[in-house]
């Protein structure tokens, strides 16, 4: 089975920037593509992107397009979420998710492994 752990979140000012990591270990082979998801007190998790072992390919969330970019290194078995010019509706806890199925997703549902999340935090 594929274990996922986030790292990277903390407290950032609004227009700042913050970058999570999101580890992968275990069966690495088990899974196609790497998701992000955030989820606010009393709102649903939301997709915030997506990304392919293989490929590269990529989907982002509508809220997030143009500021956040999502990445891979495949040797080191880790996917990173950088995130630009944060505002204070990015305050969240992030998941890291893996899929073992092919294709781009941005539904919860399609994915199969989660980590335990990482808090971010704007101020403004």
């Known amino acids: 089975q594929v274990q996922l752990v986030e790292s990277g979140g903390g407290v950032v000012q609004a227009g700042g920037s913050l970058r999570l990591s999101c580890a992968a270990s275990?069966?690495?082979?088990?899974?196609?593509?790497m998701g992000w998801f955030r989820q606010a007190p009393e709102k649903e998790r939301e997709f915030v992107a997506a990304i392919t072992w293989s490929g590269g390919r990529t989907l982002y969330g509508d809220s997030v397009k143009g500021r956040f970019t999502i990445s891979r290194e495949n040797a080191k078995n880790t996917v990173y979420l950088q995130m630009n010019n944060l505002k204070a509706e990015d305050t969240a806890v992030y998941y890291c998710?893996?899929?073992?199925?092919?294709?781009?997703?941005?539904?919860?549902?399609?994915?199969?492994?989660w980590g335990q999340g990482t808090q971010v935090t704007v101020s403004s």
């Open positions: 998710a893996a899929r073992r199925l092919l294709g781009l997703t941005s539904a919860p549902l399609d994915y199969d492994s």
């Open positions: 275990g069966r690495a082979s088990s899974s196609n593509g």
